[in-house]
């Protein structure tokens, strides 16, 4: 079975500084991995997905993802922090045998931006 | 394209009251899926399914909660009799071709 880890529930950044939200998966398959933002009373948002190909992925926002095969892990990156980057992260995995690409998410990571 | 539409975007009833929750998906995705987001359980998958067919609900809670799709652009979410801890924000999501969900913005249910 897949599961998925995010390691801090709540990092706390000062604006401009950057930040790093980690995520790991447990999978014995080959997998998708994905990162939603949410922000207060909003449904979630795709933020950047790793399929296949090169394991650094860019998404909107200024954000990137490594995917790190031998590590298990798709940590979420940011070189320069905004306020309206404060919201939920959600990192999440689908299993690639399974064609109902039914999405695991983590437990989030609240990041707070702070001026 | 206007994206998942959920109705209502708030409900609030009272225990033993029948709630019904609605989702549109995006025109073409032929996946849906009902997530419930509450603190303490984080984003839990319900149920899904596959061209109007329900595939896995096995993360439907209990025998009060039921789910359908009569059609590609409809589909309910209904929980008989509901109880105060169904309280929580319930998602709807379709998917798109590379297997990433589209979500709507959620109906936050209330039970008193």
């Known amino acids: 079975a897949q599961s998925v880890t995010q390691l801090d529930s709540q990092v706390p950044v000062f604006e401009e500084a950057p930040v790093e939200l980690r995520c790991n998966y447990s999978s014995s398959v080959s997998v998708y991995l994905f990162w939603y933002v949410q922000y207060p009373n909003q449904g979630l948002q795709l933020l950047l997905k790793?399929?296949?190909?090169?394991?650094l992925v860019k998404g909107i926002n200024g954000f990137e993802a490594e995917f790190n095969k031998s590590q298990t892990s798709f940590h979420l990156r940011k070189p320069s922090v905004h306020i309206s980057d404060t919201a939920e992260y959600f990192c999440a995995v689908s299993d690639l045998n399974n064609q109902g690409g039914k999405l695991i998410f983590g437990q989030g990571t609240e990041l707070s931006v702070k001026p | 394209d206007a994206g998942v539409i959920q109705s209502p975007r708030h409900e609030v009833t009272e225990m033993g009251q029948e709630v019904t929750l609605r989702c549109k998906p995006i025109s073409g995705h032929d996946y849906l899926f009902w997530y419930r987001q509450t603190m303490m359980r984080g984003l839990e998958l319900l149920i899904y399914?596959?061209?109007?067919?329900?595939?896995?609900d096995s993360g439907m809670p209990e025998d009060r909660f039921s789910a359908k799709m009569p059609n590609a652009s409809f589909s309910t979410l209904k929980i008989q009799p509901s109880e105060p801890r169904d309280s929580a924000v319930y998602f709807c999501a379709s998917r798109g071709l590379t297997g990433e969900l589209f979500f709507g913005e959620g109906s936050r249910l209330t039970v008193l």
């Open positions: 399914f596959n061209n109007n067919v329900p595939i896995d």
């Open positions: 790793y399929l296949s190909g090169s394991t």
